[in-house]
């Protein structure tokens, strides 16, 4: 399928970043995903080992030497879409929030480094790519980075505040180039590693409800999608309201 549209996707593995693999899937796209974790023998996806680049964003030199990894499966020379995804947010011996003074000097750099330069790194490094597809790319960003979260920590929180402002500066520089760059900020969503109590906080959202990955990986696909193709430097708040 020499026309098929490609999706690169960092976070794949469960919740938002699997409805998304689903999603665009549905839609026709080959969508190539990004772990530390080699590909799965007994994942049922077809094209699996394939379309999978093993590699640790948390290591900066790891992240640059994938982008060549990447460029080489690209056999178009072209990459319609890149989905910054990937996120971590450790927790205290207990499970409990780690704020500025519990978390640890070393976490503050693994979170900043999966959570937000990983972004810089692949959008910078497959630059070219983007332009020829005329691509688009969604960060991934949280209602945590504009508000202090009962269950998100501090490193969490304020990465993502600085990819929502990166958001911002790659639509600038990107713009040129005829990519758009967009961002997500998604509130709670229900997937298999919410935090304990969480389902408590529904009662303080408008819509009175969590939300679903799917719906969250509709809005990711509009956004690198031909509907949205003059829709660029925005941050779309996916949280029935949560925000208001």
């Known amino acids: ?3 098929r549209k490609t999706l690169l996707l960092t976070g ?4 938002i970043g699997h409805a998304t693999v689903k999603a665009f899937s549905a839609e026709g796209w080959r969508v190539i995903t990004c772990s530390r974790h080699p590909f799965p023998e007994n994942c ?9 680049i093993q590699v640790d964003l948390a290591d900066p030199k790891d992240t640059i030497r994938a982008v060549e990894e990447i460029r080489g499966r690209l056999r178009a020379g072209r990459l319609e879409a890149l989905v910054n995804n990937a996120g971590v947010s450790p927790k205290g011996k207990g499970g409990e929030r780690l704020d500025t003074f519990t978390t640890d000097l070393s976490d503050w750099g693994k979170v900043f480094h999966v959570n937000f330069f ?7 490094g497959l630059k070219d790519e983007l332009a020829a597809g005329q691509g688009a790319i969604v960060n991934v960003t949280s209602i945590a980075g504009s508000r202090v979260h009962p269950f ?12 929502a402002a990166l958001t911002r500066e790659m639509a600038n520089d990107f713009g040129p180039l005829g990519v758009r760059v ?7 969503i229900e997937t298999e590693i919410l935090s304990p109590g969480t389902e408590k906080l529904a009662a303080a959202i408008p ?13 990711i696909f509009f956004l690198c999608s031909p509907a949205a193709s003059y829709v660029s430097g925005v941050e779309v708040e996916i949280n029935g309201g949560q925000h208001v």
């Open 1 to 3: 399928m020499p026309d």
């Open 12 to 15: 794949a593995s469960r919740g």
């Open 44 to 52: 049922p996806w077809p094209a699996g080992p394939e379309d999978h």
């Open 118 to 124: 990983s972004s810089v790194v692949l959008a910078r």
């Open 152 to 163: 998100a920590g501090a490193a969490y929180a304020t990465s993502k505040a600085a990819l």
């Open 182 to 188: 967009n961002a997500i900020a998604p509130g709670e």
């Open 207 to 219: 819509m009175r409800r969590l939300g679903q990955p799917e719906e969250v990986a509709r809005t």
